[in-house]
């Protein structure tokens, strides 16, 4: 398998424009976490999804933040209208089973994100 | 929730054991403590994790307190590769991971 895939992996955008970051996780896991990571607040859990369903999404920072997740191959977070304050490098990630105890999460390389 | 304390900053030298300390008091009689790594500009890499044995494999071994209040990380012959930011945790729920600020590890050559 070729590990969790993000598209794309830079992504220099407007503000006030719509951003769609996507993610391709690892075929046959159950859970995909969506972070996001800046200098200042470190690596931040937005939103996860469990069997395609959302289970928690008290991450997201606000309205203009949603995650979706179509299918189990696929998910994507879309920011619109976008800011400056959202430059930062979001992080997709996947892991096994129905638990994520005793398992671990597979990151993919991130997709950067500067809003200008 | 149980959370995890880590020194912000550590430094080894270059083929010398690095240990990594991590205080997690609260943590609960069914929590894993997980360690991962993030090398500069790339995704998190898991390393290990245990419940109350020690356990070693071919990155790093942890080694937990009896009481489980506090673990360590040891990477036995570091290396420049292993510069990074290392983060203990404690599952706060069923499912999610969730990251605290880590320790930057430096290896001097």
């Known amino acids: 398998d070729a590990g969790v895939i993000q598209s794309p992996r830079h992504e220099v955008t407007e503000m006030g424009q719509e951003v769609t970051l996507r993610c391709k996780p690892i075929?046959?896991?159950?859970?995909l976490f969506w972070y996001r990571q800046t200098m200042m607040r470190g690596l931040e859990l937005l939103i996860y999804?469990?069997?395609?369903?959302?289970?928690?999404d008290s991450g997201m920072p606000e309205d203009r933040f949603s995650a979706k997740m179509p299918n189990a191959s696929f998910s994507t977070l879309k920011i619109q209208p976008s800011e400056p304050r959202d430059s930062a490098v979001y992080f997709c990630?996947?892991?096994?089973?129905?638990?994520?105890?005793?398992?671990?999460?597979?990151f993919g390389q991130g997709t950067r994100l500067t809003v200008v | 929730d149980a959370k995890t304390t880590q020194p912000p900053s550590m430094d080894c030298a270059e083929g010398r054991a690095a240990n990594l300390p991590c205080n997690h008091s609260?943590?609960?009689?069914?929590?894993?403590v997980y360690w991962y790594r993030q090398i500069h500009s790339q995704g998190p890499q898991y390393i290990i994790h245990?419940?109350?044995n020690n356990e070693t494999n071919e990155m790093a071994s942890l080694i937990i307190t009896e009481d489980r209040k506090s673990s360590t990380l040891i990477l036995p012959h570091a290396t420049l590769r292993d510069t990074a930011v290392y983060y203990c945790?404690?599952?706060?729920?069923?499912?999610?991971?969730?990251f605290g600020p880590g320790t930057s590890l430096s290896v001097i050559p």
């Open positions: 990630a996947s892991s096994p089973a129905y638990r994520v105890m005793n398992t671990e999460a597979f």
């Open positions: 075929s046959g896991h159950d859970y």
């Open positions: 999804f469990n069997n395609n369903v959302p289970i928690d």
């Open positions: 609260t943590i609960s009689g069914n929590e894993y």
């Open positions: 245990g419940l109350k």
């Open positions: 945790i404690v599952e706060t729920s069923y499912d999610k991971v969730i």
